[in-house]
Protein backbone atom coordinates (compact mmCIF):
# COMPACT_ATOMS: atom_id res chain seq x y z
CA UNK A 1 0.00 0.00 0.00
CA UNK A 2 0.94 3.35 -0.88
CA UNK A 3 -0.50 6.67 0.37
CA UNK A 4 1.41 9.92 -0.73
CA UNK A 5 0.69 13.23 0.59
CA UNK A 6 1.66 16.98 0.36
CA UNK A 7 1.27 20.28 -0.81
CA UNK A 8 1.57 19.92 -4.60
CA UNK A 9 1.15 23.60 -5.25
CA UNK A 10 -0.41 22.69 -8.21
CA UNK A 11 -4.05 24.08 -9.85
CA UNK A 12 -6.82 22.21 -11.33
CA UNK A 13 -10.48 21.91 -12.19
CA UNK A 14 -10.59 18.39 -11.50
CA UNK A 15 -10.28 19.05 -7.63
CA UNK A 16 -12.46 22.39 -7.50
CA UNK A 17 -9.97 24.95 -8.65
CA UNK A 18 -12.14 27.84 -11.39
CA UNK A 19 -10.49 27.25 -15.12
CA UNK A 20 -9.31 30.52 -14.73
CA UNK A 21 -6.28 29.61 -12.30
CA UNK A 22 -5.74 25.54 -13.72
CA UNK A 23 -1.94 25.47 -14.51
CA UNK A 24 0.27 23.06 -15.80
CA UNK A 25 1.87 21.95 -12.51
CA UNK A 26 -2.17 20.34 -11.71
CA UNK A 27 -2.11 18.97 -14.90
CA UNK A 28 1.38 17.42 -14.65
CA UNK A 29 0.02 16.25 -11.21
CA UNK A 30 -3.15 14.76 -12.77
CA UNK A 31 -1.13 12.52 -15.53
CA UNK A 32 1.23 11.44 -12.64
CA UNK A 33 -1.17 10.10 -10.69
CA UNK A 34 -3.06 8.39 -13.34
CA UNK A 35 0.26 7.04 -14.36
CA UNK A 36 0.57 5.26 -11.35
CA UNK A 37 -2.91 4.68 -10.53
CA UNK A 38 -3.35 6.44 -7.41
CA UNK A 39 -6.20 7.72 -5.65
CA UNK A 40 -7.33 10.61 -5.05
CA UNK A 41 -8.41 10.56 -1.60
CA UNK A 42 -9.61 14.57 -1.00
CA UNK A 43 -13.21 14.41 -0.90
CA UNK A 44 -14.29 17.94 -1.21
CA UNK A 45 -12.24 20.87 -1.99
CA UNK A 46 -11.84 22.59 0.87
CA UNK A 47 -9.08 25.46 0.68
CA UNK A 48 -5.88 24.51 1.98
CA UNK A 49 -4.42 27.84 1.37
CA UNK A 50 -5.67 31.28 2.29
CA UNK A 51 -4.24 34.21 1.73
CA UNK A 52 -5.51 37.89 1.62
CA UNK A 53 -5.56 37.45 -2.37
CA UNK A 54 -7.80 34.40 -2.21
CA UNK A 55 -7.68 30.58 -1.28
CA UNK A 56 -7.41 27.30 -3.15
CA UNK A 57 -7.03 24.12 -2.72
CA UNK A 58 -3.28 22.44 -3.46
CA UNK A 59 -2.72 19.85 -0.59
CA UNK A 60 -3.67 16.36 -1.49
CA UNK A 61 -3.77 12.57 -0.41
CA UNK A 62 -3.20 10.22 -3.10
CA UNK A 63 -3.34 6.33 -2.36
CA UNK A 64 -3.18 2.97 -4.37
CA UNK A 65 -6.73 1.38 -4.76
CA UNK A 66 -5.49 -0.92 -1.70
CA UNK A 67 -4.12 1.57 0.52
CA UNK A 68 -8.01 3.25 -0.43
CA UNK A 69 -9.71 0.79 1.37
CA UNK A 70 -8.06 1.72 4.60
CA UNK A 71 -8.94 5.29 4.50
CA UNK A 72 -12.53 5.88 7.52
CA UNK A 73 -13.29 9.65 6.92
CA UNK A 74 -10.57 11.39 5.59
CA UNK A 75 -10.21 15.03 5.60
CA UNK A 76 -7.40 17.84 5.07
Known sequence: PVVIAGDFNAH??????????RDPRGEAVIG?????GLLLM???STS?????GGQSVIDWTWA?????GLFQEWRV
Do not use: M
Not at 48 to 52: K, L, Q
Open 42 to 44: NRD
Open 12 to 21: SEEWGCSPRH
Open 32 to 36: WAAGL
Open 64 to 68: TPWAA
Open 48 to 52: TCVRP
